[in-house]
């Protein structure tokens, strides 16, 4: 059992998703050991063949739910063919799991540049010295790209790479479910035909 005071009370009388994800996270941010905002996103790609992996949530608002990566890795180029993807969050403490489904796309510059902007120094050379999801020959090749991209930023500003940015999920689903004993859980999912619709709720088996 969690130790922390919960600040969702009864989520099956919630009307509203955004809020409720939001009092989620805050109650996951109070009692995950790390990395509250750790979410698995599922990609297609283009034989139709799903591919998971996590990631970081960085942002999340009405219009969806934003996290950055490399867009010449496997996810980047599956989120830019296919333009859908999924998301599950599962915070073990809590016993709760939110899951989201929609299509993508890209946030826009400022928006990147925003978030790149305060990301330590480390992880814009990073951003820069990985060629994520490619072969690597040796640790020593990471670090020798790690070495000169240091050396070719040593004085004023990391720019952006071009092929880093956010993706944004804008979602027409997204269902909360949260333990209870006997396996009798509460799972209600918000659904809506399109990402400018109004939601409706539906409460499931589970
Ligand atoms: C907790 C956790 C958080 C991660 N966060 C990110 C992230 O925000 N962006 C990212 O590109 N990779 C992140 N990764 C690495 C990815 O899981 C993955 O290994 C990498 O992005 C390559 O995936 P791909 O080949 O499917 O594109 C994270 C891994 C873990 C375990």
Known sequence: MTEVELTSGDFT???????????????ATASEINDPNAVAVATVDENGLP??????????DERGFVFYTNFESQKGRELLGQQKA?????????RRQVRLRGE??????QEAD????TRPRGSRIGAWASKQSRP?????????????????????????????????????????WHDRPFRLHDRVEFRR??????????????
Do not use: Q
């Not at 919630?14 to 809020?19: A, L, R």
């Not at 591919?51 to 999340?60: A, I, P």
């Open 13 to 27: 009388e919630e009307n509203e998703p955004f809020s409720l994800f939001g009092a989620w996270l805050k109650d």
């Open 51 to 60: 591919n998971v992996r996590m990631v970081l949530l960085k942002d999340y």
């Open 86 to 94: 999924a998301m599950v969050f599962h915070w073990k403490s809590l």
């Open 104 to 109: 993508v796309e890209v946030v826009t510059d």
């Open 114 to 117: 925003e978030y790149y902007a």
């Open 136 to 176: 690597l020959e040796g640790r020593f090749a990471l670090e020798k790209s790690v070495a000169e991209y240091t050396a070719r930023y040593a004085l004023g500003d990391i720019p952006r790479p071009p092929h880093w940015s956010g993706f944004r999920i804008k979602p027409v689903s997204i269902e909360f």
């Open 193 to 206: 035909e399109t990402p400018e619709g109004d939601w409706m709720k539906v409460r499931m088996y589970p």
